[in-house]
């Protein structure tokens, strides 16, 4: 049995969080992580309990009062992260996979109609992908399984079995979770798309169609730009061709090849497609030619997987009322840390900003959102927001170097956040200023 706080030993050390003061408690996902040795990313916040009887933040620290305290036990701390924290699906996965089954079997059937002990048990089969020696619930008003205060839910089915409706916004193979915040709630009340719509609702046509042709031609540079390179203006030109066409075609993984083909016009030296060896964003030392990775890229035998997650995700989000600058942030994000080509993966992820918000009927038809122009702009908070995710991740994976200098793995909100600072910026300063720049020009 595991012990989360043990007074024979001092308070685990999360690498960037500050230390505890003394007599605090872990709780929640910090006490699992730390009990049950998950070597997982540490979440953006985790919960511990301490001596004064006020809640407050320290840091990445999120302090609760001793009357929050659980109990020391499996049970009492996952139910505690659940009802505190919401749900991370990492954490659980690797708790799952070091955890008996009967251990989440006796909480369920100590609890069968308990909310948490249900949302549990349903995430269990979920995640693991096979059925607990449980009978199905039959009593138990259905609950959601993302709590909406903290975290932002997906369209929602009922799951009989475990009489719960999962919210969940995606599948086993491709779920990332927003976190809740007051920042993402103003900017999704600021109705930014109608205020796009407001900005060019009063612009002569023809004064629109000169902007519209400028704000190709920029924003596809800056995409380039971005990944350091500078084409010849034919294949500026090209690209800009396709992102002023978005929202076309359903986002497939034939799409996916098509766009990589359309960025990449020359495969002498790039296998086009899937990538079939392993993948790194960063350098090469001068001397010796090992890489020197700032990102991993997931491994050629899960790209198939993954990829089936992310478009069976955006098949499911693009049918509900799920934000499209949150879509669009999810969706793009996740592309880009999958980086499943050789070369190429930074356009594409920039693309898919452009293709969402246009499918989602975010952007007016015909109008061109330059929002590579302004990641440009912003190209160190950009770096950040990407690192955000990467640097966590980089020191769990296990690799080695190989004979061509790549790598091989061996073993298994701040974007969003990002990326509406981009929308905001680029509805209520970029657009208004090109179209005021160009009125100016004709007169």
Request: with cysteine; charged share 25%.
């Amino acid at each position: 049995m595991v012990a989360y706080n043990q007074n024979s030993r001092p308070v685990p050390v999360f690498h960037a969080f500050p230390a505890l003061e003394e007599g605090s408690t872990l709780a929640g996902y910090a006490a699992l992580i730390a009990g049950h040795g998950l070597l997982v990313p540490a979440p953006d916040y985790l919960c511990a309990i301490g001596t004064k009887h006020k809640r407050y933040e320290k840091g990445r620290w999120r302090i609760f009062t001793p009357r929050h305290k659980p109990n020391d036990s499996l049970h009492n701390h996952l139910t505690f992260a659940l009802k505190h924290e919401g749900i991370d699906l990492a954490v659980l996965k690797a708790l799952f996979v070091t955890t008996k089954p009967e251990a989440i079997i006796d909480i369920v059937r100590s609890e069968l109609t308990g909310a948490y002990s249900r949302r549990l048990w349903f995430l269990y089969e979920w995640l693991c992908g096979n059925e607990l020696d449980i009978e199905d619930a039959t009593q138990g008003n259905f609950v959601a399984i993302i709590n909406d205060t903290l975290q932002y839910p997906g369209p929602s089915h009922n799951s009989k079995r475990h009489r719960v409706r999962n919210n969940l916004p995606g599948t086993r193979e491709f779920c990332p979770l927003i976190r809740r915040t007051e920042k993402l709630d103003r900017f999704i009340g600021m109705n930014l798309s109608q205020a796009a719509i407001d900005h060019i609702g009063k612009t002569h046509s023809d004064l629109l169609s000169r902007a519209t042709a400028f704000l190709l031609l920029k924003d596809s540079k800056a995409s380039y730009t971005i990944e350091g390179e500078t084409p010849p203006h034919n294949r500026i030109e090209r690209w800009g061709k396709i992102i002023g066409a978005p929202g076309r075609c359903k986002i497939s993984i034939e799409e996916l090849e098509s766009l990589q083909h359309a960025v990449i016009v020359d495969n002498r030296f790039v296998m086009p497609g899937l990538r079939i060896e392993g993948g790194f964003v960063g350098d090469h030392d001068r001397t010796t030619g090992m890489p020197m990775p700032v990102h991993i890229s997931a491994r050629p035998e899960d790209l198939e997987s993954l990829l089936s997650g992310l478009i069976e995700t955006y098949q499911l989000l693009g049918k509900s009322d799920y934000d499209a600058v949150l879509m669009a942030a999810l969706m793009a994000f996740g592309f880009v840390f999958i980086h499943p080509f050789e070369d190429g993966n930074g356009r594409i992820h920039r693309y898919l900003f452009h293709h969402i918000l246009a499918e989602k009927g975010f952007v007016a038809k015909g109008l061109v959102f330059p929002v590579s122009a302004v990641i440009l702009e912003r190209i160190d908070d950009y770096r950040q927001t990407l690192e955000h995710y990467s640097k966590p991740r980089l020191d769990l994976i296990e690799w080695r170097p190989t004979d061509k200098n790549n790598v091989e793995v061996l073993n298994e909100t701040k974007q969003a956040g990002f990326f509406f600072e981009c929308v905001e910026e680029t509805v209520n300063k970029t657009l208004p200023e090109e179209v005021s720049y160009l009125k100016t020009c004709t007169k």
